[in-house]
């Protein structure tokens, strides 16, 4: 946070940014309500209206600062508890606005419980990616993905993710990992096979906002997650009839066997590289999960709003300067101090700052489990099949 750090944010800020990602929250509103969420607003259904999409999408197409493809994420709350017909009017809207030229590719995380067959035909239609979030057999789903009455949701999940199978959406995974799921890979393995689940993600419980995760403080929990993800490696490469493919597996072998330039870059800590907009046309950039969140030295993360603010007026923020100073302080101590600093170009600002209590730190539990021990059991795997005797 010192002098001349403030002065090369202030530089990069100046530049042109590009974005890679806007992630919108429809609404705050969630049907169910998980142990370990951590947004505070999830009983609000206030819900976004057409009129504040639009302006977010005449700015950002107005700022020059998209290329010819923009990624669209739509993250709640649950989404799916607004109807088809918010999205269909939605989609238009944006059509209307998109350059030509420009494709905008859209996708969708819910929890599934929503599923009906009017949704699979708007998805494959419109061609939406889907993410589902299931944490596994019933017993680790049900122990944290409940309902506001403190019922297990597996139950609705699991007919959601068959009637998309059924129906032949594509749709990939997102699982979290606690420290008693850690420690069943086959089981966890027997299970995404038998549901024909194809592509997972593993998110291990994380502390954001005001939840703490239990898991991150366990004895010897990076351990297990390493066995977990070897073992459950192990499993789907020597399953050829069942194939899994594994986000953390497949993120490091690219980062680790595609040539890269001298620059590292990692879009969660650029200004405006990943913008978050929530139903009242809020924007907060750098981590997603810091919209709703509130902090004593940043107060609310929000750097302005669609509905009277430029992207210009944004990128002039003293919100915006105050959270890149620190963010890319934390960014320069771990590209000095890491030997892993390649692999994620600064870490996950969010993580830093709920694991440490700020941005300008280093390493943290999260980027150890998710980045050096992924990275260190990938480049094993790399080793041992290359040395291996062909014959």
């Known amino acids: 946070m010192a002098g001349d750090d403030a002065g090369r944010t202030d530089k990069q800020i100046a530049a042109r940014p590009a974005i890679d990602l806007l992630v919108i929250q429809p609404t705050a509103f969630c049907n169910i309500n998980c142990r370990y969420c951590y947004l505070p607003a999830r009983d609000n259904r206030t819900t976004l209206s057409i009129s504040t999409l639009r302006n977010l999408f005449?700015?950002?197409?107005?700022?020059?600062?998209?290329?010819?493809?923009?990624?669209?994420?739509?993250?709640?709350?649950e989404p799916m508890t607004l109807p088809v017909a918010f999205y269909r009017e939605a989609f238009r809207a944006i059509d209307d606005l998109t350059p030509p030229g420009t494709i905008v590719n859209h996708a969708m995380?819910?929890?599934?419980?929503?599923?009906?067959?009017?949704?699979?035909?708007?998805?494959?239609?419109?061609?939406?990616?889907?993410?589902?979030?299931?944490?596994?057999?019933?017993?680790?789903?049900?122990?944290?993905?409940?309902?506001?009455?403190?019922?297990?949701?597996?139950?609705?999940?699991?007919?959601?993710?068959?009637?998309?199978s059924r129906r032949d959406v594509p749709f990939h995974a997102i699982t979290v990992l606690t420290e008693d799921s850690m420690r069943c890979p086959k089981e966890m393995f027997a299970f995404m096979v038998a549901e024909g689940i194809h592509d997972v993600g593993f998110n291990v419980e994380e502390s954001e906002g005001s939840h703490v995760s239990p898991s991150l403080a366990a004895a010897g929990i990076e351990?297990?997650?390493?066995?977990?993800?070897?073992?459950?490696?192990?499993?789907?490469?020597?399953?050829?009839?069942?194939?899994?493919?594994?986000?953390?597996?497949?993120?490091?072998?690219?980062?680790?066997?595609?040539?890269?330039?001298?620059?590292?870059?990692?879009?969660?800590?650029?200004?405006?590289a990943v913008i978050s907009m929530d139903?009242?046309?809020?924007?907060?950039?750098?981590?997603?999960?810091?919209?709703?969140?509130?902090?004593?030295?940043?107060?609310?993360?929000?750097?302005?709003?669609?509905?009277?603010?430029?992207?210009?007026?944004?990128?002039?923020?003293?919100?915006?300067?105050?959270?890149?100073?620190?963010?890319?302080?934390?960014?320069?101590?771990?590209?000095?101090?890491?030997?892993?600093?390649?692999?994620c170009g600064g870490g996950e600002p969010v993580n830093k700052l709920f694991e440490t209590g700020r941005f300008d730190a280093t390493e943290t539990m999260h980027c150890r489990l998710t980045r050096m021990r992924i990275i260190d059991l990938v480049m094993t795997g790399i080793e041992t099949y290359s040395s291996a005797d062909p014959a």
Request: glycine share 8%; proline share 4%.
């Open 58 to 77: 005449r700015k950002v197409f107005a700022s020059g600062w998209t290329g010819s493809e923009l990624d669209v994420v739509w993250h709640a709350g």
């Open 109 to 164: 995380q819910t929890n599934a419980t929503l599923i009906t067959d009017a949704w699979c035909d708007f998805l494959l239609a419109e061609d939406v990616a889907v993410g589902v979030s299931i944490d596994g057999p019933q017993r680790f789903h049900d122990a944290n993905r409940r309902t506001r009455s403190g019922r297990g949701t597996f139950d609705r999940t699991i007919a959601g993710v068959r009637m998309l």
């Open 223 to 272: 351990d297990t997650y390493e066995t977990f993800i070897r073992e459950f490696w192990l499993l789907a490469s020597t399953s050829p009839d069942t194939p899994i493919a594994i986000r953390e597996i497949n993120t490091a072998l690219e980062m680790l066997l595609t040539p890269r330039g001298p620059e590292v870059t990692n879009p969660l800590t650029q200004p405006f």
């Open 279 to 343: 139903s009242a046309g809020n924007v907060s950039t750098f981590s997603p999960e810091l919209l709703g969140l509130k902090n004593a030295v940043y107060g609310d993360f929000l750097v302005g709003n669609v509905n009277k603010d430029s992207f210009a007026d944004m990128q002039a923020s003293t919100t915006l300067a105050r959270l890149h100073r620190d963010i890319a302080a934390g960014v320069q101590a771990c590209a000095t101090k890491c030997a892993y600093f390649a692999a």
